[in-house]
């Protein structure tokens, strides 16, 4: 299970503000309550005292006022004022060196500067160490010496869990950050390859739209050589056969000259269809029809012509009585025997595939996929009548017979 990292740096800083607030008047209690099992009735007034005013320093300043903590300042004067309370508290009984305890637990969450953390620390330890000594020590060499043996031992350990949970906070920080500028690369990438793949569409476009005037314009001049040309002598010659009113030979000669003319154009114009008819997807399709009708026994035929970008895609599909799919290799005896071979030979000539799905009772898939370049360099002029089989098919639309 995943979790998320925003939620976990909010559930630390819910659990570091408990512990921030809750812990020291925990610690607080603690020591007051063993002060009076420890000593009674002795300094009791003082000692309450004390204790109330360190529970409302610790109210106001951290529990009613978090921010302030966030600053160096208010931090600064809540922790000297902490510490000082508790220093006073330690001197009536060393009991409260529990509460001193918590000195480390600011100095290690809220204090951000190194030098200030080490001071807060060091100042604990002093605190802490008066009362793990019983007091501050009297004027003999030994009591001195105990007592600073204890200082910094408290420090030093202390110190040392502090130095390493900040070395570690360091280094999740840099992580953090390196996150953050690695996370701001990867959005200025995918900006980038957004724009890009926009600047690619629309150069795509502009060659396509370029492609197409490119054509038109071609399709312009050869109609315009061929055809053009053609109806304009044919109408020429009928004029001139108009004229020619009472010579029967040359109103003949003119006809006729009209007549080769109009032929020759029908040829040009055919020509011109077939030149733009890639044959070998024309070939396939007849041959998915005429399998549809000679075997299947379907009741609809649907056929789409789809242009895919670089491919040319062509599905023909029926709702017949289908066959075993793993007969669709063109083996004889099955329905379209090597009809079915032959498509895919085509196809594989183009450097397309051919895929065929079938199944007894579901009907037949026929799907051819061409690569439109190859159409284009295969497109055949030879047989005059090829455009006629295409009639009805719009492209990317399916027919239905």
């Known amino acids: 299970m995943l979790i998320d990292p925003e939620a976990q740096i909010a559930l630390f800083e819910r659990h570091k503000r408990a512990l921030v607030n809750g812990l020291p008047l925990g610690l607080l209690a603690i020591s007051l309550l063993v002060t009076i099992a420890a000593h009674g009735s002795r300094h009791l007034l003082l000692t309450c005292g004390l204790t109330v005013l360190a529970a409302g320093w610790l109210l106001w300043m951290a529990t009613l006022h978090p921010r302030w903590l966030a600053r160096p ?27 001193a305890w918590t000195g480390y637990v600011f100095s290690a969450l809220a204090i951000a500067n190194l030098r200030a953390r080490a001071a807060g620390v060091a100042a604990t330890a002093l605190v802490l ?9 009297s004027a003999s060499a030994g009591s001195w010496v105990s007592w600073s043996a204890i200082v910094l031992a408290n420090f030093v350990i202390a110190g040392g869990m ?32 957004e724009e890009n793949a926009a600047l690619h569409r629309q150069l795509v476009a502009q060659a396509r739209a370029a492609g197409v005037l490119d054509e038109r314009q071609r399709m312009a001049r050869e109609i315009h050589d061929t055809l053009a040309q053609g109806l304009t002598g044919i109408i020429t010659q009928l004029a001139a056969a ?23 154009s029908l040829r040009e114009a055919r020509r011109s269809v077939a030149a733009m008819t890639p044959e070998a997807l024309l070939r396939t399709a ?53 009809g079915l071979t032959a498509m895919r030979q085509r196809a594989l000539a183009l450097g397309g595939t051919l895929e ?29 009548h090829a455009h006629a089989a295409q009639g009805g098919v719009a492209p990317g639309t399916p027919s239905f017979a």
């Open 73 to 99: 300042l208010t931090l600064s004067i809540f922790f000297v004022g902490m510490l000082v309370i508790a220093a006073a508290l330690v001197l009536t009984s060393g009991w409260y060196g529990i509460f």
């Open 129 to 137: 160490g008066t009362a793990q000594h019983g007091g501050v020590p």
């Open 162 to 193: 502090i130095w390493a949970a900040s070395v570690d906070d360091l280094r999740h920080t840099r992580r953090d950050r390196d996150l953050e500028q690695i996370t701001e690369v990867n959005r200025r990438l995918q900006a980038s390859l």
């Open 242 to 264: 108009a004229q020619a009113r009472g010579d029967s030979a040359e109103r003949e000669h003119h006809l006729a000259a009209a007549a080769e003319l109009a032929r020759e």
């Open 286 to 338: 007849q041959e998915a029809l005429a399998n549809a009708a000679k075997h299947a026994r379907a009741t609809r035929v649907g056929v789409t012509l789809s242009y895919m970008g670089d491919v040319v895609r062509l599905d023909v599909r029926d709702d017949g009585i289908g066959f075993a799919s793993e007969r669709a290799d063109g083996v004889a005896g099955e329905r379209g025997g090597f």
């Open 356 to 384: 065929i799905e079938s199944e007894i009772g579901g009907g037949t898939a026929v799907c051819a996929s061409i690569p439109a370049i190859a159409m284009l360099a295969h497109g055949s002029a030879d047989d005059p």
